[in-house]
């Protein structure tokens, strides 16, 4: 069988029956190239089926008993499947962007807006599979230390730190890796857009940043760390994080996320 001509392999995920049973019927009806090959009614549930069947795409509820779809998002580090949250709450949109998620759909969800998400998803799937497709673990840098090697994916270092001559890594897990190279020959290493030099001693990665304070001049990270942005960079970076914020969205939610910002606007 042609892989263009295979059915599109996807999971629905809703604590709420009749809402399963919606999205299952709207699917098989506007989308017979999607083939639902499993439900399920809670996280705990969609998390062993996602890891047993490897869907390639989740339509997934927001709001469930004991572990949110954002939640069972965060359990999967290296997501090779597409996420189509299916909501009644506009209000998470944003959040939904931050997830890397492909699409937003609002419940009763729409025929139009199912169709055009489906042939999106298709198109990357089956058109372009080797220029647009998830690639699990993503690019990586190697960093030589007392004669160890580590290969680091760009996507878990949240940002590093200068001293001297020297560098530290912050990654997600809590990990530091600190090497005898400058800033500047780390920038030069990892070669991608989303790292900012916004000061002189830290280079951050964009796509970690939760909120920046405009006025105090400084990024609120994940792990807690605040990181000082230079006077003359804080526009600039202001500017960096809203259009990355727009670009990751899906064109569905392009103008949500260009009118949403209120994370990175100016105090």
Same mark, same amino acid.
């Given at each position: 069988?042609?892989?263009?001509?295979?059915?599109?392999?996807?999971?629905?995920?809703?604590?709420?029956?009749?809402?399963?049973?919606?999205?299952?019927?709207?699917? $098989?009806?506007?989308?017979?190239?999607?083939?639902?090959?499993?439900?399920?009614?809670?996280?705990?549930?969609?998390?062993?089926?996602?890891?047993?069947?490897?869907?390639?795409?989740?339509?997934?509820?927001?709001?469930?008993?004991?572990?949110?779809?954002?939640?069972?998002?965060?359990?999967?580090?290296?997501?090779?499947?597409?996420?189509?949250?299916?909501?009644?709450?506009?209000?998470?949109?944003?959040?939904?962007?931050?997830?890397?998620?492909?699409?937003?759909?609002?419940?009763?969800?729409?025929?139009?807006?199912?169709?055009?998400?489906?042939?999106?998803?298709?198109?990357?799937?089956?058109?372009?599979?080797?220029?647009?497709?998830?690639?699990?673990?993503?690019?990586?840098?190697?960093?030589?230390?007392?004669?160890?090697?580590?290969?680091?994916?760009?996507?878990?270092?949240?940002?590093?730190?200068?001293?001297?001559?020297?560098?530290?890594?912050?990654? $997600?897990?809590?990990?530091?890796?600190?090497?005898?190279?400058?800033?500047?020959?780390?920038?030069?290493?990892?070669?991608?857009?989303?790292?900012?030099?916004?000061?002189?001693?830290?280079?951050?990665?964009?796509?970690?940043?939760?909120?920046?304070?405009?006025?105090?001049?400084?990024?609120?990270?994940?792990?807690?760390?605040?990181?000082?942005?230079?006077?003359?960079?804080?526009? $600039?970076?202001?500017?960096?994080l809203i259009q990355l914020m727009v670009n990751e969205a899906p064109e569905s939610e392009r103008n949500l996320a260009a009118e949403d910002q209120?994370?990175?606007?100016?105090?």
């Amino acid at each position: 069988m042609n892989q263009n001509s295979q059915p599109i392999r996807c999971l629905v995920v809703d604590d709420e029956m009749p809402a399963r049973q919606a999205i299952c019927r709207q699917i $098989e009806k506007y989308c017979p190239h999607f083939q639902i090959v499993q439900t399920a009614s809670s996280a705990a549930e969609a998390y062993q089926l996602i890891r047993d069947l490897a869907p390639e795409v989740v339509f997934l509820d927001i709001q469930m008993p004991h572990e949110s779809g954002l939640e069972l998002l965060d359990r999967f580090k290296d997501r090779s499947f597409y996420v189509v949250f299916c909501t009644t709450y506009h209000e998470y949109a944003v959040e939904a962007l931050r997830k890397r998620a492909f699409d937003y759909l609002l419940k009763p969800v729409d025929g139009k807006d199912l169709i055009a998400c489906a042939k999106q998803i298709t198109h990357k799937l089956r058109v372009q599979p080797e220029e647009e497709t998830p690639k699990p673990g993503g690019r990586r840098v190697e960093l030589i230390t007392s004669g160890q090697r580590h290969f680091v994916r760009h996507a878990d270092i949240l940002y590093v730190e200068a001293s001297g001559s020297y560098s530290t890594l912050y990654l $997600e897990t809590g990990k530091r890796i600190t090497v005898s190279k400058n800033l500047k020959r780390i920038a030069e290493m990892l070669q991608d857009p989303l790292f900012k030099r916004v000061h002189n001693s830290f280079l951050v990665r964009l796509a970690s940043v939760q909120t920046f304070n405009h006025r105090r001049g400084v990024l609120q990270l994940p792990n807690g760390k605040e990181v000082p942005v230079a006077v003359r960079k804080r526009e $600039e970076v202001r500017q960096e994080l809203i259009q990355l914020m727009v670009n990751e969205a899906p064109e569905s939610e392009r103008n949500l996320a260009a009118e949403d910002q209120g994370a990175f606007e100016k105090p």
